[in-house]
């Protein structure tokens, strides 16, 4: 499956989590971390835990998984990154996503729409 067919998958595992502000950045020609983040917010632990599971089940299904899951909500993190190689997923609360604000960090990348 392609790179770009996995952020789509994992976009939509979000969506259906009733993630918000869901955006898919391609950096694959800024950075040899990763070639796409894909950055959400949630309004509560539950819905941030629940994001999580859905993104890695996802993945789980496609074969492929996690290199590192950092920021479990039981460690009352408000920030999780998922780190599956090619694409990393970053679920925020609201007032983590404001204020590490990856997207001007990363603005240069490319905005993907599905």
């Not at 599971?53 to 899951?69: L, R, S």
């Amino acid at each position: 499956m392609e790179i770009s067919e996995l952020a789509k998958g994992i976009y939509q595992a979000l969506d259906d989590k009733k993630a918000e502000e869901i955006s898919v950045i391609d950096i694959s020609s800024l950075s040899d971390i990763a070639d796409y983040f894909v950055i959400a917010t949630v309004n509560n632990t539950n819905q941030m835990d629940a994001a999580c599971d859905a993104v890695d089940e996802y993945m789980t299904k496609q074969g492929i998984t996690a290199k590192n899951i950092e920021g479990h909500v039981r460690d009352r993190s408000n920030w999780i990154l998922m780190d599956y190689t090619d694409i990393i997923v970053h679920i925020f609360d609201r007032e983590a996503r404001d204020f590490y604000n990856l997207e001007h960090i990363w603005k240069d990348g490319k905005s993907v729409t599905f």
